[in-house]
């Protein structure tokens, strides 16, 4: 009797990805191939607080009756993992069942973000660098492209597509011709599906990898500002360039004008190159472009380009909006119904109209809700006339948005930190760069916005009143600049740790009014957050 070999095929994947069908596919696919093969499940909890495993055994020899299967997959023993979204692998690393000797991983390299990479105030998005190092080092062979954006191309779906790429990696005894009869068995969508399969297969054989991006990005200048730009190193005029594209979308060319003069302040002369790269980016746009792999990371929240009520009123009035949503919905000819779920406190509302007109209410307002404004909750249907409307009439008060008093509110802050950008420049360029990432702080809507403003505003009062205190004492700000950074990441951990932030700043200023910079960069170390 020859002994055959059991092959394990493990799928780690999120609820609507496909996992389930993709592991009956296999398990077909094996039958028609003439093996055993056996699939199971363990559920996991719900969306990205936890992955459903699919577990399949294909047992390939001429044993007139196979071994007894398992139902789960054995650490170090694994021959495939077929990863629909790229940060499940790095949790099966994590629970160690691929080794570098016998796994091979089919994976897409594309990000579904964790519930713990969205609630975290700072950015917690896993490096996919990392991801991309570990996959390499944990697996035999790696087989990994960004499937569902290949999906879409070509109007297929992402298990398909991996199906197809597990075809050509050789890893299974499974010709391409059994998976193709399994896809038509199961009647689902089978012409699609064949279509993703073939895609997969053709990169598979290529071997597709991780694409490495361009060290430059794409120069999206508009020519009206073309010779604005002059001024501007060649490093920086990419950044510009995109954000510019972003602020005219936003509001108009002359508003990108003024995010140029502003910008121009911080360039030419013996100006630091990288204060200017950082202003650019936290003063239009704020996104990580530390490493071109790690764009996926770029931050949603922007200052020049802050959501009010109008900009999400344009957002979701948009037709690519309604294009993107009955494509996700796969619906062609069928009615979908959009209901936008809105709950705007009071800034939000009178933040739109004119500063003269509603700041005394405002004044009032703070007064009256120091701790948080009464909310509004609206259901709107955006795809009624009527829902439709109130929503493309909202975003047609862009005109009104320089005079708005929320755009006297946000400007005058924006100035004050390029002012005290500057001034710290003088004493340190590096306690300059530090207060220029701590705009990093001004995100979110509403009471958030609100604390987070509060923070920035003291961590900058703060940074000012440190730098200030050391080079009259004849030293560097070095302090001040260990501070400032330190306030920030404190702040970015989370709720709890703002007070822990203040306090350790009135610490810090303290010691420095004694002359005691030693004791002050100690109280620093020692509150965990120094650098």
Not at 292 to 319: G, S
Not at 376 to 382: E, I, L, M, N
Not at 445 to 462: C, N, P, S, W
Request: a neutral charge.
């Amino acid at each position: 009797m020859t002994e055959g070999r059991l092959l394990s095929v493990l799928i780690p994947a999120v609820g609507g990805q496909g996992g389930g069908v993709l592991a009956e596919w296999l398990v077909d696919a094996g039958l028609v191939a003439g093996h055993a093969a056996h699939g199971t499940s363990i559920p996991g909890v719900a969306q990205r607080t936890g992955s459903t495993t699919y577990y399949v055994e294909i047992y390939a020899g001429d044993r007139e009756e196979p071994p007894t299967f398992s139902l789960y997959p054995v650490p170090g023993a694994l021959d495939v993992l077929l990863a629909p979204e790229f940060l499940e692998v790095g949790r099966a690393i994590e629970l160690g069942f691929p080794s570098p000797e016998r796994t091979t991983i089919v994976a897409s390299t594309h990000r579904l973000f964790s519930i713990h990479e969205k609630m975290a105030t700072g950015r917690a998005i896993h490096p996919p660098g990392e991801l991309e190092a570990a996959a390499r080092a944990f697996s035999r062979t790696l087989v990994a492209f960004d499937a569902l954006a290949v999906a879409r191309e070509h109007g297929s779906e992402v298990n398909a597509v991996l199906l197809g790429a597990l075809a050509a990696s050789d890893a299974l005894p499974i010709g391409p011709e059994a998976f193709r009869e399994a896809i038509e068995r199961k009647g689902i969508q089978a012409e699609a599906n064949l279509r993703g399969f073939d895609v997969g297969l053709t990169l598979g054989r290529q071997r597709a990898e991780t694409p490495r991006p361009s060290a430059k990005r794409p120069f999206r200048a508009p020519p009206a500002l073309a010779e604005s730009l002059t001024v501007f190193p060649d490093a920086l005029r990419p950044l510009v360039g995109e954000a510019l594209t972003r602020l005219i979308d936003y509001q108009d060319e002359k508003y990108a004008a003024l995010y140029l003069e502003r910008l121009a302040r911080f360039v030419g002369g013996d100006r630091d190159p990288a204060l200017a790269e950082i202003v650019a980016r936290q003063l239009a746009v704020w996104m990580t472009y530390e490493d071109a792999i790690r764009v996926a990371e770029r931050q949603l929240a922007v200052w020049m380009t802050y959501e009010d009520a109008i900009r999400v009123a344009d957002l979701k009035t948009r037709a690519s909006r309604f294009e993107r949503i009955r494509r996700e919905a796969r619906v062609k000819d069928g009615e979908v119904e959009v209901t936008d779920f809105l709950k705007p406190d009071l800034d939000e509302i009178y933040g739109v109209l004119p500063y003269r007109l509603v700041a005394p209410f405002a004044r009032w307002a703070e007064r009256r809700w120091p701790r948080g404004r009464p909310t509004v909750g609206q259901r709107v249907k955006t795809t009624t006339i009527l829902g439709f409307l109130r929503l493309w009439l909202l975003a047609r008060l862009r005109p009104l948005r320089p005079v708005s008093y929320r755009a006297q509110w946000e400007h005058e802050r924006m100035e004050r930190w390029l002012t005290a950008v500057r001034r710290c420049a003088e004493w340190n360029s590096a306690l300059a760069c530090e207060v220029a990432r701590a705009a990093q702080l001004v995100k979110g809507y509403g009471e958030v916005r609100r604390r987070m403003t509060g923070a920035f505003d003291d961590l900058i009062q703060r940074a000012l009143q440190a730098g200030s205190l050391e080079t009259l004492q004849g030293g560097h700000a070095s302090v001040a600049t260990e501070l400032t950074a330190a306030y920030r990441r404190l702040v970015l951990q989370g709720p709890e740790q703002e007070a822990k932030a203040a306090a350790l700043a009135a610490d810090v200023i303290s010691r420095l009014e004694k002359n005691e910079p030693d004791a002050a960069r100690a109280a620093i170390t020692g509150s965990g957050a120094g650098g």
